[in-house]
């Protein structure tokens, strides 16, 4: 059994695969898996994967229709034997020592999760200027430490959300799965995954390369043009209101509530998406009714009647408070 089970999604990204994998091969932690998990590439990355399990005993290759990285990285969960989970996206590097710190880090500590920092970088994987991470220190911190470390930050705060700057214990994932078919997956995952830790190692050590590059899924345009992002708020709201967090679950659904009203922003052209925007409306009049029940104010109640009456009712409501 390995330590560290290693899961790279890989889909249309030949020109980065090999400079990716170089990198996880080239650790100086030698006891890995390493888990090409090949999502119905169309270019030449089934052959690249291919000649990386010719050269290192250690590379497994696994095949799966297109299903998208979630898809992937849940196909890679279930193959892994290794006694902690890490991932890497095919078009990023990790630094050598990044895994053996991390590795050091949750033996020192116990760790259910080791966060490490990183860095953006170019194609050629020359550094960026910004955003700047070098403000994170090494730190030990528990679920609730996280999210206000979270909320208290702007860009940076992908830190903590991101799949591929962490070392997971593999329990973390026994029961847990990243959401098919969502975009910004890791976004969905992070509650749950948080509520299972009871420590998160954190260092400023920035060993992961994320590569800025134009196609990428990340450089697709604002989260607020994607339904997603109100469905990941509609779920964080109810994850706060349940801890109790009512303040905070309230600003999670206003989000959710103004990115809705934004219906322009949308791409609402077929039925499936028509009907995805108006789950969404739905779930909040039910989040505020979730507040409602938790809190006993009636203010709440009067807003998620007024949300089950449609958002454009509810919308003339703020209007006429203004």
């Known amino acids: 059994m390995p330590t560290i089970s290693v899961i790279i999604p890989v889909y249309k990204v030949e020109a980065y695969l090999d400079a990716c994998v170089a990198s996880v091969v080239g650790q100086t932690f030698r006891d890995l898996e390493i888990l090409l998990v090949d999502d119905g590439s169309p270019d030449g990355c089934p052959a690249l994967c291919e000649a990386w399990a010719a050269r290192d005993p250690r590379v497994r290759v696994l095949y799966r229709q297109n299903g998208g990285l979630s898809a992937a990285r849940n196909t890679g969960i279930d193959a892994a034997t290794g006694q902690f989970l890490a ?13 053996r710190r991390a590795y050091e880090a949750q033996r020192q500590h116990n760790a259910e999760l080791v966060i490490f920092n990183l860095c953006y970088v170019d194609e050629a994987g020359r550094a960026l200027p910004a955003p ?13 430490g996280v999210w206000q470390r979270y909320f208290s930050l702007q860009e940076q705060r992908i830190y903590y959300v991101v799949a591929w700057n962490k070392l997971y214990k593999r329990e973390l994932f026994r029961t847990l799965r990243y959401a098919p078919g969502k975009r910004y997956e890791d976004q969905f995952l992070l509650p ?24 990428s899924i990340m450089a697709q345009g604002s989260s607020c043009n994607y339904l997603d992002r109100s469905e ?17 679950a309230e600003g999670l659904l206003n989000d959710a509530i103004q990115n809705l009203g934004e219906k322009e922003r949308f791409d609402l052209s077929t039925p499936e998406q028509r009907a995805r925007y108006r789950t969404a409306c739905r779930g ?4 505020y009714a979730l507040l409602a029940r938790t809190t ?27």
């Open 132 to 144: 700047d991470f070098s403000g994170f220190r090494d730190e030990v911190l528990d679920e609730d």
């Open 192 to 215: 749950q995954l948080l509520s299972r830790c009871k420590t998160i190692a954190c260092l400023g050590y920035p060993g992961y390369h994320y590569v800025q590059r134009r196609g």
């Open 87 to 99: 991932f890497v996206d095919a078009d990023d590097t990790l630094d050598p020592d990044a895994l």
């Open 284 to 287: 909040c009049a039910d989040g």
């Open 296 to 322: 006993g104010r009636r203010s709440m109640w009067l807003r998620a009647t007024l949300l089950r009456l449609g958002l454009p009712v509810y919308q003339k409501f703020l209007q006429s408070r203004q």
């Open 232 to 248: 990941f708020l509609l779920e964080w709201c109810t994850y706060f209101a349940q801890k109790g967090d009512a303040l905070r």
